[in-house]
């Protein structure tokens, strides 16, 4: 069973319309990613952190993608202006940093109408 | 330039039989390649790891080969099982625990009981 806790497991969105996804990330990780996983079961990366601080991200999460860690709070991914493409399972995972091991919550499920 | 790349987009084993997945990578600096395990609906859950010191990995029926020189590794699942029909996804990284992860595309398996 995944220790890394996200919800919504779906949600459904119109075009324009705010999508924001949110992640606990398994006691003790510092490290936390967001990945989407298309349709067809490519994994693109988007953005991670340790602890609050952004580590690294792609150019598109600077534009209509935010995301944050906040201390004592869930991390979350938000997308401002949902587009049909966008349509995908994202990801949250987390990792104690040193040894590596990447763990995945469920995903949330994002349609965008 | 893809840097994670499984040779078969699907497969399909009899029961008891070794299923064998393979997959290359593009960049020396990786040196540590975990396989994941995802069934539908759900996140993709750590199979087995390697780094890139060992040539060998076992778990259980699950072993994973890897060849530093020719830049691939191979999963063996050894007596497949029905209950082991689904995804099997490569990633690789270089090993800080803070790096992104490349994935590869996936290789679905069937286990035909």
């Known amino acids: 069973n995944s220790k890394v806790i996200q919800t919504p497991r779906y949600l459904v969105k119109g075009q324009g319309q705010k999508a924001k996804m949110r992640c606990i990330p398994e006691k003790g990780h510092p490290v936390v990613f967001w990945y989407q996983q298309n349709k067809n079961n490519e994994f693109k990366f988007l953005i991670n952190?340790?602890?609050?601080?952004?580590?690294?991200q792609i150019d598109m999460t600077e534009k209509r993608f935010s995301a944050e860690c906040p201390s004592n709070s869930p991390c979350s991914l938000e997308i401002q202006s949902s587009e049909a493409g966008d349509s995908a399972l994202y990801l949250c995972?987390?990792?104690?940093?040193?040894?590596?091991?990447?763990?995945f919550g469920e995903g949330s499920k994002l349609t965008v109408l | 330039q893809q840097q994670v790349r499984q040779s078969s987009q699907s497969l399909t084993v009899w029961e008891g039989e070794t299923a064998i997945l393979n997959c290359s990578y593009e960049n020396s600096a990786f040196d540590y390649f975990p396989w994941y395990q995802q069934f539908p609906g759900e996140g993709p859950a750590l199979l087995i790891a390697?780094?890139?010191?060992?040539d060998k990995k076992e778990d259980g029926r699950f072993t994973i080969f890897f060849n530093k020189r020719e830049k691939n590794l191979s999963l063996h699942i050894k007596d497949s099982q029905p209950g082991d029909s689904a995804t099997y996804f490569c990633?690789?990284?270089?090993?800080?625990?803070?790096?992104?992860?490349?994935f590869g595309k996936g290789t679905s398996l069937t286990v035909i009981p």
């Open positions: 990633a690789a990284s270089a090993n800080t625990g803070y790096q992104n992860f490349y």
């Open positions: 390697i780094r890139s010191v060992s």
């Open positions: 995972a987390s990792s104690q940093g040193n040894t590596g091991q990447l763990y």
């Open positions: 952190f340790q602890n609050q601080e952004v580590l690294q």
